[in-house]
T-cell receptor
Framework: DAKTTQPTSMDCAEGRAANLPCNHS???????VYWYRQIHSQGPQYIIH???NNETNEMASLIITEDRKSSTLILPHATLRDTAVYYC????????????FGKGTRLSVIA | GAVVSQHPSRVICKSGTSVKIECRSL??????MFWYRQFPKQSLMLMAT?????????EQGVEKDKFLINHASLTLSTLTVTSAHPEDSSFYIC?????????????FGEGSRLTVL
């Protein structure tokens, strides 16, 4: 079973920041928080991951709470092409462990 | 990011035939690849872990004799759906772990949509 909880769906106005929350209260010390998204009929796309520090890349920012029990993915300026299902996943650092997907959040960016 | 490619992207076959799906890591070597399937409006479900040079490890409920996995090289894993039936119609997706980066990100192929008539 997935170890994360996400809202089923969210809407965001085009050009505004999209903030997607994720709860992972049972995260272990050796587990990273990963975010992927899946646009309809495509394979999942890697977005960002982090352990305990906030992370930023060209796609998004990841804010992890100090106790690591929750995180927020931020898309700073959402576009229509950001409409997708966003998955928050916790995964151990070491070894070849797979990603276990929950139901994710369906983000709809509205013009 | 690293590139994982699947082929074919779409395939339609008759019931009872077998279909092979290829998954290639184009710019890195992958000792381990993972196969998922996704039914409409559902999330990805892990089917099996494919290890180069050894037998695949299947998840509970996945028939190993029906879903044959071969990982003969560090850049290629294949999934063969044998004696396909309409209920095998699904979106099949592979992923591979890149050894780069701090957490060993997994990259996914584009997916292969199988329709069994």
């Amino acid at each position: 079973d997935a170890k994360t909880t996400q809202p089923t769906s969210m809407d965001c106005a085009e050009g505004r920041a999209a903030n997607l929350p994720c709860n992972h209260s049972t995260i272990s010390g050796n587990e990273y928080v990963y975010w992927y998204r899946q646009i309809h009929s495509q394979g999942p796309q890697y977005i960002i991951h982090g352990l305990k520090n906030n992370e930023t890349n060209e796609m998004a920012s990841l804010i992890i709470t100090e106790d690591r029990k929750s995180s927020t993915l931020i898309l700073p300026h959402a576009t229509l092409r950001d409409t997708a299902v966003y998955y928050c996943i916790v995964r151990a650092i070491s070894g070849n462990t797979p990603l276990v997907f929950g139901k994710g959040t369906r983000l709809s960016v509205i013009a | 990011g690293a590139v994982v490619s699947q082929h074919p992207s779409r395939v339609i076959c008759k019931s009872g035939t077998s279909v092979k799906i290829e998954c290639r890591s184009l710019d890195f070597q992958a000792t381990t690849m993972f196969w998922y399937r996704q039914f409409p409006k559902q999330s990805l479900m892990l089917m099996a872990t494919s290890n180069e040079g050894s037998k695949a490890t299947y998840e509970q409920g996945v028939e190993k004799d029906k879903f044959l996995i071969n990982h003969a090289s560090l850049t290629l894993s294949t999934l063969t759906v044998t004696s396909a039936h309409p209920e095998d119609s699904s979106f099949y997706i592979c992923s591979a772990r890149s050894t780069g980066g701090s957490g060993g990100e997994l990259f996914f192929g584009e997916g292969s949509r199988l329709t069994v008539l």
